[in-house]
């Protein structure tokens, strides 16, 4: 094997697992923008149950649970049930992990795929 096949075929693998990241259900998740509106309303107000944020996004309560449920499995939200409540938070250790390994996948096939870009 030569060294620029050695070097392509390690260019593949790097840019595989960045699309692989990017690709991902969290990422996939983040790109919607009623997730991306209940996300910044737990932001900004902290744990909540769905009522609470219901009232304050125009959509259904029940297309905002399906929304909260979603980013509940991906690991974006904590949810904890006292009664007969659901109340959801940032997982931020989850969402800072998942966010740190995808920005480590960019800088990663920035400097083996694209050596010339500037880091």
Not at 19 to 27: A, I, P, T
């Amino acid at each position: 094997m030569t060294m620029d096949t050695t070097l392509t075929h390690k260019q593949m693998k790097i840019a595989e697992e960045l699309v692989d990241v990017l690709d991902s259900k969290f990422f996939k998740t983040l790109s919607e923008p009623v997730r991306v509106q209940i996300l910044k309303f737990i932001m900004l107000n902290g744990r909540a149950d769905i009522g609470t944020i219901a009232e304050h996004l125009p959509q259904d309560r029940s297309v905002i649970s399906r929304h909260l449920n979603l980013m509940h499995e991906v690991g974006i939200l904590k949810g904890e049930k006292e009664t007969r409540h659901m109340f959801y938070e940032i997982n931020s250790q989850v969402f800072l992990d998942k966010m740190v390994n995808i920005t480590e996948k960019i800088k990663k096939c920035m400097a083996e795929c694209c050596p010339s870009c500037e880091l």
